[in-house]
């Protein structure tokens, strides 16, 4: 039997004295090796619910769990089963990417010998060898999240948080992303993936959850949804979906 | 071991690459402790070596007056000027303000015939029937001009009694010398021959005057002894600036949420923090002492001697440094911004140094206080230091502040752990 990547079960979460996003009795299953896609607008819980799952909230009900592991109750060791980028760029600017790679490296528990050859594997895959001993503060926008996702895959996690891994980025960098994101994909990781662009998302995922009000409003293959909302693109599933209401 | 080693790493270089950060960690507390030596240093000089500028006007014509300007003379603590004999009372403030003088002592006109008489007075009682009060003298008991001390008004009230008190001698060894005289005169009928008055007046036993130390060195403390240390310590402490605001600015940022994604605990990059700036602080004294020691003398400064007690130089450094980074440590996890960090890191350590006698001896503090100085760890940095910078103690001389520093350190981990822990850093 397939062990889920996520299984969410009857889960409560409110930030403490705030309004606002509020899960209550949430459900989600995410399948290993998906490419999975989490959508709403703006203050719907997205984040949220990407922080709970990698355990940087703590929830007060329900299970949550990775891989067979309740997250609340997880050692720290846990944390080698997955990667997490998110949509801050999270590394060290006064550092080099190489330099960032070998610390991150260091945390994942990665042996040093080791290190050093995923470092240049990762360099080279996302292009940026040549670059590799430049401080991140000089690098482009397309650089730094090319930099943000190495670190993220640093360690092959089973599965891979991504939050927004290409926003303010150019073409080019977006689709050496994306194609990173699908062999590494194909080689097993489950890709848990948020995002505003909605064309890039329809290109990655192989399934999607529309989340709304912390509440899960549409939940299968885009295909599946877009025939049964009579839409031809996601954007319009989107608005039929979330209405068009400013979320700001 | 791996994590420990790659977070070292990590923060060294991230240090080392801030050169304005690093210029400033160094430089600004160089700067300081030279710019306060130099101004204490003056002061020193001021109280040790200067003599104090005294103008005085004698409207005595008599000897005494003149005995007396020559007593204030051989005092050796005065700088004395002499007013114009034409001068008065109501311009003699003026001349003070003239001519730089802290102090003008006016001798009333009636001085030599007030002494002589109160000596004649004594004398004749002495002689006759000590227990009579009834033998008076002709002339008056009571001088109708006091002895006036005028004095600027920033002078401090101790320093003020210290003159008080060297005019007093003064007055004192006339009226001896004139009491003799009378006394002598009466007995054998014939004046004191000189030899003999010399000796009368002047064979007191002699004061010597000897500094205590730990070590039996009798060099006298100056002003590098006293500042360097405690402005080393007030510069260690300092570091809350630069780790603090850097804590923030990491807790902040994406970088701190990737960390507590990751399998091993922030307290590495706690440990690793307090390892790479514990050397900055070691080495910001280092720094310190080696230019006071060898750099002040170029200056026109005193040289800083270093203590003989080398390790207890070090274990000082190595938990004052401690305690300091500790602190910083401490405000980085509860600020939640660079400028609380900042600002609150800035005052507090100055109300440390207040509190711990860095700006005014904690001896001269009011009782109050005395007990509250207590908590402050740079009090106990600043004793042990004194210890042995000025007293040439060792390390068992000062082992007691040194606990008693650890001990604070401790309880600011304790604090930080509760702040990481209420945070959810950990």
């Given at each position: 039997m397939n062990i889920p990547a996520i299984k969410i079960q009857n889960l409560a979460f409110q930030y403490p004295r705030q309004e606002g996003v509020c899960f209550k009795n949430f459900n989600l299953e995410i399948n290993a090796g998906e490419r999975f896609g989490l959508f709403g607008p703006n203050g719907a819980g997205k984040t949220t619910l990407m922080n709970l799952m990698t355990g940087l909230l703590k929830y007060s009900e329900g299970s949550i769990q990775l891989l067979d592991h309740e997250i609340n109750d997880h050692p720290k060791s846990i944390n080698t089963l997955f990667g997490f980028v998110p949509q801050d760029f999270s590394y060290y600017p006064e550092l080099s990417a190489r330099e960032n790679l070998s610390f991150y490296g260091a945390w994942y528990g990665i042996a040093p010998g080791k290190i050093k050859n995923r470092t240049e594997e990762l360099l080279h895959v996302l292009g940026l060898e040549s670059v590799g001993d430049r401080m991140l503060k000089s690098f482009s926008g397309g650089m730094k999240r090319r930099v943000n996702l190495a670190i993220g895959v640093m360690h092959n996690p089973q599965v891979l948080f991504l939050d927004e891994p290409t926003v303010g980025v150019d073409v080019q960098s977006r689709h050496a992303i994306i194609n990173y994101l699908k062999k590494q994909n194909e080689s097993g990781t489950t890709l848990i993936y948020t995002s505003h662009q909605l064309e890039e998302a329809a290109e990655l995922c192989t399934k999607i959850a529309l989340i709304d009000n912390a509440k899960i409003i549409a939940h299968d293959s885009l295909e599946v949804l877009l025939e049964t909302h009579g839409q031809e693109g996601m954007e319009g599933l989107f608005l039929e979906l979330t209405g068009k209401r400013f979320r700001d | 071991m791996q994590i420990i080693k790659a977070t070292i790493i990590k923060d060294g270089k991230i240090l080392l690459r801030d050169r304005v950060g690093l210029f400033m960690m160094f430089f600004m507390p160089i700067l300081l402790v030279i710019v306060i030596t130099s101004v204490q240093n003056s002061t020193f000089e001021l109280v040790n070596n200067n003599k104090i500028s005294l103008l005085v006007f004698n409207k005595d014509k008599g000897p005494m007056?003149?005995?007396?300007?020559?007593?204030?003379?051989?005092?050796?603590?005065?700088?004395?000027?002499?007013?114009?004999?034409?001068?008065?009372?109501?311009?003699?403030?003026?001349?003070?303000?003239?001519?730089?003088?802290?102090?003008a002592l006016v001798i009333p006109r009636q001085f030599t015939a007030f002494i002589e008489n109160k000596a004649g007075e004594i004398a004749t009682r002495a002689l006759k029937d000590p227990d009579s009060s009834q033998i008076k003298s002709d002339a008056p008991a009571i001088l109708p001009d006091s002895l006036i001390m005028y004095y600027h008004p920033v002078m401090q009230s101790s320093f003020r009694q210290s003159i008080e008190g060297a005019f007093r001698s003064s007055v004192q060894v006339i009226q001896g010398?004139?009491?003799?005289?009378?006394l002598y005169e009466a007995v054998n009928q014939k004046e004191v021959p000189a030899d003999l008055e010399k000796q009368i007046l002047f064979s007191q036993v002699p004061i010597s005057k000897i500094p205590v130390s730990r070590s039996g060195s009798r060099t006298v403390p100056n002003a590098s002894q006293h500042n360097v240390p405690a402005w080393t310590i007030f510069a260690m402490f300092f570091i809350v600036i630069s780790l603090g605001g850097t804590m923030v600015r990491e807790k902040n940022s994406g970088s701190f949420i990737r960390l507590k994604t990751m399998p091993a605990s922030y307290l590495h990059a706690l440990f690793s923090k307090q390892i790479v700036y514990l050397t900055v602080t070691i080495l910001q004294a280092a720094v310190i002492f080696a230019i006071g020691n060898k750099i002040f003398p170029y200056l026109g400064l005193p040289a800083l001697h270093l203590p003989k007690d080398g390790w207890a130089l070090f274990i000082v450094t190595a938990v004052t440094g401690y305690c300091a980074v500790n602190y910083a440590i401490c405000v980085g996890v509860f600020a939640n911004t660079p400028e609380q960090s900042n600002g609150f890191g800035a005052i507090s350590i100055l109300i440390m140094a207040a509190l711990g006698g860095l700006i005014v001896p904690s001896f001269a503090m009011p009782a109050h206080l005395q007990n509250i100085l207590q908590i402050s760890p740079l009090?106990?940095?600043?004793e042990a230091y004194y210890g042995l910078f000025l007293e040439g103690g060792k390390l068992k001389d000062i082992w007691m502040n040194i606990l008693s520093l650890l001990g604070i350190t401790v309880l600011i981990q304790i604090f930080t752990l509760y702040g990481l822990k209420k945070k959810n850093l950990i």
């Open positions: - | 007056g003149a005995q007396m300007v020559d007593a204030i003379r051989k005092i050796g603590l005065f700088k004395l000027q002499l007013a114009d004999s034409t001068s008065s009372d109501q311009n003699l403030v003026a001349t003070m303000h003239n001519q730089d003088a802290l102090v010398e004139a009491i003799v005289k009378k009090h106990w940095a600043l």
